[in-house]
């Protein structure tokens, strides 16, 4: 599978953007796409995810109620909405995909598949 996300760019603070990542290949659909981000200097950390199967949404306390996941299984794309952004979003987010089922879908360990990752900064 191969994931392709696109969207950043440069906003001001209480901007929005949005974020779209489609996974490609000759493999079966992922059970759960995700977000992750990573700022500079600090550790890749979780951002929201989707699973398919049920449409249940996932999402880190600092994003919740200003992210919101959406995605369209028949087109294997995932989407983050970013709104009410502030500069503490500024990182590289990074799409991701599953190959197997797995329970937590906020871990990191729970992908294997990356896209190469699209740069959101937001000036204040």
């Known amino acids: 599978v191969q994931l392709q996300a696109s969207g950043g760019g440069l906003v001001q603070a209480g901007g929005s953007l949005r974020l779209s990542c489609a996974a490609s290949?000759?493999?079966?659909?992922?059970?759960?796409m995700g977000w992750f981000r990573q700022a500079l200097g600090k550790e890749r950390a979780f951002v929201a995810a989707i699973r398919w199967s049920s449409g249940s949404t996932y999402y880190a306390d600092s994003v919740k109620g200003r992210f919101t996941i959406s995605g369209d299984n028949a087109k294997k794309t995932v989407y983050l909405q970013l709104n009410s952004l502030k500069v503490e979003d500024t990182a590289v987010y990074y799409c991701a995909a599953d190959k197997i089922p797995h329970p937590n879908p906020t871990a990191a360990r729970a992908y294997d598949y990356w896209g190469q990752g699209t740069l959101v900064t937001v000036s204040s």
């Open positions: 290949g000759r493999t079966k659909s992922p059970y759960v």
